[in-house]
């Protein structure tokens, strides 16, 4: 079966002020299947965000193909939509219209695109806000009003950036129990970035850890655990201590390097 | 008398709070009205004419529709100059906003020119094009130009890449960024210069009336300031005063109803 | 402690100015305004020549731009000035409205018509529909200029479009041909015949109002009350000019050159063409009174006899 998407040697060269090169990305390559969910996990500034902007397209000087279905992609676009860290929406348009934005942007006529943007409100829970401003939202409401966005573009992979980061835990609970349930409903394929080892496990079919900079693939995990998952069983606990340990690793690296 | 009593009380509770509002800042000018009128009884009537005196000027510019036309005609005039300003600036402030070389290339001119007020160029522009009408506009158009280009600009400039980068990755084309998401981000900068401009290009105008025109309210203080006639003068600048404040509420208000989603974030 | 002594220092410094202004001083030298046109011929001469000295008062001259009549009135009337030459017709409208009085006179006001040289305007009649150049209403050239059309049958507000175009931009407006007359001063008219931009049509005080006094002093009453002999002084002073002049127009000639901006050929031009007299003559002034009562300028007529008040013997 052909991957959904697959990156070839992707390597990302910062110009820094003095002249040095900063490379932040070195040669990464990784390969998704279809309703697969894979989480990027890694010590902070290995350039995981930046990663996921190249695959987005915002970010397009770098060496090395972004492949999606077979097809090389350079450009930004609703196949793979991101929902960044803010949770940004445009302020001055209603939630609803933010949620049909996509479909705005293709030319679909107000009616249709009414009723399906209502649809994933539903999904999400925020129908009753349809015509609030993002300014009249929770933190949690804003993010799941830009899933509801991201999944309306009907993308081919869905990527995330640290989407629940500014969250209490709690709601980040909630809202990461609402991923899985939106993930498995609508067979996405969906690329998460995140600091959150738990989170990681508890959501991902695979995760990838990135080598402090110049960020490299340090070790694919698989986590074959069935859902619902537990936090508290012992595989999902050996399975963090691994991960944990080799984060530390690189963490260590990065405090070494800075010296 | 008890219903009425009544009435009047709810009608006080009920828009207890614009009510509120509006006789609060009613305060200032009845008390300016009370010493105005105070230490006019004290001193000459050519330096300080009494209220009743500027209120007898108003009643007979009113009724003889003097005050209508010269108010008329001072809003004909920014008209025209305004909105020529707004069209040129905001499209070149996005242009200059947007590309470095225009930028580059502009902005030095920018600068130097909104540091140029229009009653400096009023000499030339009255040798180029007369007075009257094509004049004002000029004078009128200097005055509202920087200022809204500047904003245009600093709003454009100012715009987050956030915005731009949740556009395109939502499928934008270039053609939509202009119009879903730059200009609708910049315009409360723009706002902002507007109403900047529209207040330059107010002053602008009757400073331009005074020295070199045959209607409108600034040629109305000149007359009279020449006639020796301070109630005029007064009864002028109360009129000029007025009229620039309903420009103004009027532009807030539209402000507002445009920009209702910045509520959140605005400190109240 | 600073603070409050710093303020007590402004609000001191602030008060001050209400008391020391109240005191006429009799050292105190008489402050006389001047518009630096052809017109001041007469304070140029005086001073020159030492006529104030000789008449035994102490004057100090300020000068101020050419078409400052307004500022010279609000000057008088806040004390910042003592006494000025102003046109008769704005001095009218102050003694109905300001308490001043008309103490002297040096000559009159002419304002000769010019008109382009190819507006194609012969003579006054040819001014009916045409764009005249003019100065505000309740000026002196406004007031001749429309007293002018008005002798010729033409409507100034309905057959005539009079523009107000501030006096050092008429001649280039004329030579752009967006004006075809202008009523101007007589150095204005002299300098646009050499420049070959425009000729003189008509001399309406010559023609009309011969003799009327056009440049009059004014001061506030106050001060003819308390310091009148100087005042007296001063107009004997500027009688004294006046005869002079008369009798040396090239030593005048030279004298204004300088100042106005003028060759003294030109100077001496207009020097010659120019009415020099002290007499402060009522007749001619209510003539004035009247018209300008008429024409809606004046919302009260005058008290001539209490307004108008010659002091030089």
Redesign the interface.
Known sequence: MKPKLELRDITKMFASDNERRLIALNDISLSINESDVVVIIGPSGCGKTTLLKIIAGLENSYKGEVILEGKSVKAPGPDRCMVSQMATLLPWRTVIQNVEFSKELLGIPKADRKKESLEYLKLVGLEQFAFSYPFELSGGMRQRAALAAALMSDPEIILLDEPFGALDAQTRKDMQEELLRLLQRTKKTALLVTHSIEEAIWLSDRIVIITARPGRVKEVVQVNLPHPRNRTSSEFIEIRKVISEMIEEEVKLTKRNHV | MEHVTIGLSAIITKDNKLIKKFLYGLIPFILLLVGWWAISLRLESYLLPSPDTVIDAFSKAICTGELLRHTVSSMVKIAGGYLLALLFAIPLGIMIGLWQRAHDMLNPLVQMARFVPSIALIPIIVLWFGIGYQAATVIIFWGAFSPVLISTISGVEGVEIEYVDFALTHGAQRRHLLTKVIIPAALPDIFVGMRLGLSYAWRAMIAAEMLASKFGLGYLIMDARWLMQTERVIMGIITIGFIGLLLDFSFRSAEESMLKWRKGMVLK | MRIKNILMIMVGLLIMPFFVSTSEAVERPIVLALQNSQYAAPIYVAVEKGFFKQEGVNVEVRSFPSGS??AI?EGI??GDLDMGYVGLS?AL??IT???VVIFATTSVCEVPIIVGLNSGIKDISGLKGKKIAVS????WSDFIGRDLLSRYNINPDKDAD?????M??RL??MK?G??DAAVVSPWLAVKGRSMGISKVLVLPIEKFWPQTPGIVYIARNELVKNRKYDVKKIAQALKRSVDYINQNHKETAEIVSQKIGLSPELALEVVKSILWFSDLRKDKIRMVADALYKSG?L?KFPDIDSGVVPLSN
């Open positions: 009549s307004s009135h009337a806040s704005s409208i102050a409205r300001r308490p505000r209403r309740g000026t009079m523009v107000m175009i501030p050092p931009e280039i407006a752009n967006i004006i300028c919302t």
